[in-house]
């Protein structure tokens, strides 16, 4: 008894110490590493998680989602010409090598993240010019008038135009042309940390930049950052239980309630920037793998409704995801402008309105269908999948689920080869017509490129691309609603819920979550400073 | 002698291709890089683009080819994944796998043969049966599952041992050791446990049952009868003589150590080969896939071929020449 106390109390003073000497150091693990530091060869998430420590884009989201000046201090459209933005550069801000920050390196990182390797090229296609302004500003012009482009900017990154000069870097890293740039594995950003070692999938290092600008305007609380990817989910949580990191992102849905619980430890939440949906094929003539023959059943829009009503979100919220998930009725979530509290009412639940449904479309004995489902892309994917298989059997649909990682899922829907699907997306731009663009466009080689529902609706199409040129932001805005009600009306995709993120601290540093799944250390407080 | 290490060179190369080719034709079905390569903002032009320039649009044999071609030359590529040279990225992990892989080894013949030994001298013991059956644990217990219990015990709830990673590694240049710092020992010890457990239950009950096949022979018993001491019987008679078909086996699994030690290495984030092969499954990072696997299958054809020659070493009745015919 005895021993056992001196025991627990050793522990105890253990995991003291370590709370108290890793006060100013974060020890921080996420399921994933950067692909790589050039901050404009990869538009994927920890990749720019990585580099919203060292680089800064000229705008950001606070932990909000609202738009927050970084290396801009104002942006606004040019009062002569609709087609430009301006840009007021913030002053005094220099490069962790020492040099000075100004419009030729916001010109420079703009055009190389144009250029053809770069993976960022597609946010930034409207622009066909970055000038040098008037004082310290910089012009975009764009191809028409394109009210969020700032919102395209946030995960933008800007470089210095000498240093990459000097070192070569001036391309963006071609990965299938066999290059390894010097950008990849060296970073030389404004941002508030300056990496001080990596190797790659093991640690990343990074220390306090003493010059950064913003010393005086953010907590700044930590002084030097530890990344480590944990890829195992249990053993990620191991390491944020016996102390061994401070922070960890990606924790598993069944474990949130013992981490929560631990002592020093604490689990904040917000909802995410990413909704779950289901995508129905409505535009074949007649399905794969069905047992209708000669037409597609998923066609008619009532099937496409009784399905809807099926599902009940908020058994998949409490059972499968264990509470974590904002059940929805549209497929963006609520931070998204376009998003109205009636959009998001999901339909009732009700299973007698749905088969009556299926009965007024000519299926009162239902019919059979695959369903193609990720098992390692989002939080308990497979599980939805298999709980909306046993849904849609009580109203008469029989779905063969067949799941598969997603290397070999996201290529079904990149050709069109699903006729039902699981699909998670996230919305960069929190605005609408990014959404129309890619999810409700008719597929083409530019628009449409996820629309793997075979929906064309050349209307809604001309109302899509509309939306790019309008400058009247309230005329904007009736036009989303409008679109939306179509998407809606039509149900091409079957909404299921906006994922909730979770973050695993120690109760020594405090910080709120960031919509995007992107903390940005400078924002982290620790209670011993 | 040359004669038959040249037919066993020719046999490998053979294997070796087969293996290439077999695993070309798999990489259809693991998936499609392209989405992993490209963001979400990608076009379908962009896919266009990109799967011609990788050469993915060729059938596979014709990747195979090439990959062949540019693998004879040295060149096996670059990592879809982390765009550097696949054979810079093998040789900057090559060190945590195979520090791991010798502690496991040593870990599982030292013990292995010890506790062998002990069991078969104290055949009905009790201690000897609480082994035997703890060793069926051993056996039966998936990889994963022993590290996650051995995570739990010791790091989580007892807070002795690291549950992740090498800790601190030096840098020699050409190699990283963890062998000489504390925190890098102490990394070592629950994954090589957990890496070399069933290898060492496997050579546990095996110089067991030889130990107990040689104490039968009647040599032991005159050693006995002459009034050796029992401990002179035991290790200079009985073992030696145990020991040439434990260490064949022993040479067999130490290729399956560093093959299979990808479950451990994920468990544990040990940053070696085993877990960069995980990730290129994942994100198909197919120059990383098949160098990988040209690689342990080279391993293993090379064990192969210095057991064979061992073998050629030790059995004289090899050496005679074939035309005596029996």
Known sequence: MKLTRQVLMATTALGLMAGAASAETLRWARSGDALTLDPHAQNEGPTHTMNHQIYEPLLLRDTEGELEGALATDWQVSEEDPNVWIFTLREGVTFHGGETFDAEDVIFSIERAQSPDSDMKELLTSITEVRAGEGNTVEFVTDGPNPILPANLTNLFIMDKGWAEENGAVEVQDVEGGEQTFAASNTNGTGPYQLVSREADVRTVLEQFPDYWGMDEFPMAIDRIEFTPIQNEATRVAALLSGEVDFAQDLPVQDLERVAGSEGLQVITAPQNRTIFFGLNVGADDLENDDVEGENPLANRQVRQAMNMAINRDAIQQVVMRGQSEPTGIIIPPFVNGWTEELDTPPEGDMEAAMQLMEEAGYPDGFSIQLDCPNDRYINDEAICQAVVGMLSQAGITVNLDSKPKAQHFPLIANSTTDFFLLGWGVPTFDSEYVFNFLVHTKGDELGSWNATGYSNPELDAQITALSSMTDLEERDAAIAEIWEEVQSETLYLPVHNQVLNWGLTDGIQTEVQPEDQPKVKYFETSSS | ?326
Do not use: C
Not at chain 2, 101 to 123: E, Q
């Open chain 2, 1 to 326: 002698m040359l004669a038959f290490i040249l037919r066993r060179l020719f046999q490998s190369i053979i294997v070796l291709l087969i293996v290439g080719f077999v695993a070309f034709s798999m990489f259809t079905f693991v998936g499609d890089p392209i989405d992993n390569m490209l963001g979400q903002e990608r076009t379908q032009a962009d896919i266009a683009r990109l799967r011609e320039q990788l050469g993915l649009d060729q059938p596979f044999f014709v990747q195979y080819w090439n990959f062949l071609g540019n693998a004879i030359q040295g060149n096996f590529g670059i990592s879809y994944r982390q765009g550097r040279p696949v054979s810079e990225i093998l040789l900057e992990r090559a060190p945590a796998t195979l520090e791991l892989a010798a502690v496991s080894a040593f870990f599982a013949m030292l013990l292995g043969i010890s506790l062998g030994v002990f069991t078969a001298i104290r055949r009905n013991g009790m201690a000897s049966n609480v082994i035997m059956t703890l060793s069926l644990i051993g056996v039966s217990l998936p990889t994963f599952l022993i590290g996650i219990l051995l995570i739990y015990v010791f790091s989580v709830e007892l807070n002795w041992l690291p549950s992740f990673g090498r800790g601190a590694v030096v840098d020699l240049g050409w190699w990283t050791t963890g062998f000489l710092t504390t925190s890098g020992l102490q990394a070592l010890i629950l994954p090589a446990i957990t890496l070399g457990l069933y290898q060492m239950t496997l050579i546990m009950r095996l110089v067991r049952s030889e130990m107990l096949e040689v104490l039968r022979q009647e040599y032991i018993r005159f050693a006995r009868a002459r009034g050796l001491r029992e401990r002179a019987v035991n290790f200079r008679h009985a073992l030696k003589n145990t020991l040439v078909p434990v260490i064949t086996v022993t040479g067999l699994q130490l290729g399956a150590i560093i093959a299979f030690a990808i479950i451990t290495e994920t468990v544990f984030q040990w940053p070696g080969v085993g877990l960069l092969f995980i990730n290129a499954i994942q994100f198909v990072d197919i120059p990383v896939m098949a160098a990988y696997l040209m690689l342990i299958s080279v391993m293993f054809v090379s064990i192969n071929l210095i057991v064979d020659l061992l073998y050629f070493a030790i059995d004289p009745r090899l050496r005679v020449g074939k035309g005596r015919g029996h």
